[in-house]
């Protein structure tokens, strides 16, 4: 697995984690039963940030959590059967062989506000957006109460796995 981060602005967060993202995208994959070795890109950004790439792929001009932009497009949430149609070379790395899911941008002033106004660490603001993302790069959404209520128990299966309670 390969997690290419970038960060736009100098971050307050705890060095410690980036290991705990790779910990939450690990134990998606897992819970997804992902049959791939995958690719995924981080970009931390602040609220400006946020709400310049929301605006601009959303048509929201307002700062948000966390953005994802999934690669594959799913005809099922979690369903890999698209990629044996033949027509994967875009979805994979030529280098390294690897599924690209897709790229989460998170904003480090919304993980820093959120984990203050719930009450919650840092650290499990931040394991809860990555989870909800790399969802959203497998295809879920939470649009229609049923999708929502998929993608809310998902979300609590991983932090609890990991132990990232509020």
């Known amino acids: 697995m390969t997690i ?3 960060q736009d602005v100098e971050s307050d967060l705890p060095v410690q984690l980036n290991e705990d993202i790779e910990r939450v995208i690990q134990q998606t994959l897992s ?3 992902c049959p791939y070795e995958c690719e995924v890109n981080i970009t931390f950004t602040d609220n400006d940030g946020i709400r310049m790439i929301n605006r601009e792929f959303r048509e929201l001009d307002v700062p948000t959590d966390v953005l994802s932009f999934p690669m594959i497009d799913y005809v099922s949430p979690g369903d890999f059967s698209v990629l044996e149609d033949g027509l994967t ?6 280098e390294s062989g690897e599924l690209i899911l897709g790229d989460i941008i998170l904003s480090v002033d919304k993980i820093i506000e959120q984990a203050a106004s719930y009450g919650h660490s840092q650290q499990r603001e931040l394991g809860f957006l990555v989870a909800h993302s790399m969802l959203h790069l497998f295809g879920y959404d939470h649009m229609q109460d049923e999708e929502r209520e998929v993608m809310e128990e998902k979300q609590r299966d991983i932090l609890n796995m990991l132990n990232l309670k509020r």
């Open 4 to 6: 290419l981060m970038e």
């Open 31 to 33: 819970l997804e039963h």
């Open 89 to 94: 070379e875009d979805f994979f790395n030529p």
